[in-house]
């Protein structure tokens, strides 16, 4: 299968975007990070990112705090910071990828792309799929084998219902293998790391997640068959084999971010991306971020709009291809 017009939604690298900053603006009161998820998983991440950086760096005299306000993959934070909470310049609100594909399919009801201020960009991550350790599918082919004989024989859990970027990493495969997607067994979780705790305990066959999420399930004998990158990642994860090299041209690169409320004010924003841009300029946080198998990518401004518009567009016509929207 080829997925051309998906395989290079972003770079690898993007040049650091420090643009034009008011540097008289104060540092905002009561930092905050919202993790649109329960603790653990990507979302979880995504905070802990600015949180630790920010903190190492210096660049926040209070400490950050990161709170989780779960719900629809993002669906509740984006509705709360685009409602209610439109102008608290200290908090900003995790998205990835999985936040873009929810919007383009209309699941955060009467707010689009349009009802927030993108800030900045932090890291890109990949999609993957992965088994317990003692599972008897090996590679791609054998989970494609057991689709095409049986869509039902396999269970697999992922963050998000039908629709979501957990399901679609899923969809993709079996679309490859001359599947309907639809006719998949998948169980929805709201993220964190409930779906591989769903896996240790027997409950799923195989769960869709990501890169960065691997490291902190080792422990749980977890085996990854497939990361749907371009090429294979660098450091530990260079021993997991991409889909691609396996026969299924599949990629599904996640941006991860933050956003914050329409009516946080430009001195405000400002502030946040000049802090952003200075931690990304860190050799230390550059390290930071590889050692937890996050792609630096630092993405600002009008650069970072166009970006999650181009997103939308391109998820919406996935939400088209697989009849998940009109």
Not at 35 to 56: I, N, R
Not at 198 to 208: P, Q, S
Request: aromatic share 8%; net charge neutral; hydrophobic share 40%.
């Amino acid at each position: 299968m080829r997925n051309a017009k998906f395989s290079k939604i972003l770079p690898l690298t993007c040049a650091l975007l420090l643009g034009s900053f008011n540097a008289a603006a104060d540092e905002p009161a009561r930092p905050e990070c919202i993790a649109p998820t329960k603790p653990g998983g990507g979302f979880d991440l995504t905070c802990k990112l600015a949180q630790a950086g920010l903190k190492d760096e210096g660049l926040l005299k209070a400490p950050m705090r990161v709170t989780y306000m779960p719900g629809g993959i993002g669906a509740v934070a984006y509705n709360s910071i685009a409602a209610n909470r439109r102008a608290e310049a200290g908090t900003i609100v995790a998205f990835s990828g999985a936040s873009l594909l929810n919007l383009a399919l209309g699941k955060y009801g009467r707010y689009d792309e349009d009802a927030v201020q993108w800030l900045t960009t932090i890291g890109t991550d990949y999609g993957t799929l992965a088994v317990s350790e003692d599972s008897p599918y090996k590679t791609l082919d054998d989970v494609v084998a057991a689709l095409k004989k049986d869509p039902k024989s396999i269970s697999v859990g992922g963050g998000g219902s039908i629709g979501g970027q957990g399901w679609v990493k899923i969809a993709l495969l079996a679309k490859a293998a001359g599947v309907n997607p639809r006719d998949l067994r998948y169980a929805a979780f709201e993220g964190g790391a409930e779906h591989y705790m769903a896996l240790m305990g027997k409950h799923v066959d195989l769960v869709t997640g990501s890169a960065s999420e691997i490291r902190a399930q080792k422990a749980n004998k977890i085996r990854t068959l497939a990361i749907f990158s371009e090429e294979r990642l660098p450091g530990e994860l260079a021993e997991i084999p991409t889909a691609r090299e396996q026969g299924y041209d599949i990629q599904w690169p996640l941006i991860r971010g933050y956003f914050v409320g329409p009516e946080v004010s430009p001195e405000a924003v400002s502030w946040w991306r000049e802090t952003f841009a200075k931690l990304h300029a860190s050799a230390e946080f550059q390290q930071y971020l590889s050692d937890r198998d996050v792609l630096p990518l630092s993405v600002s401004g009008d650069e970072l709009n166009a970006l999650v518009k181009q997103q939308v567009a391109q998820y919406r016509e996935l939400g088209r291809e697989f009849g998940l929207v009109e």
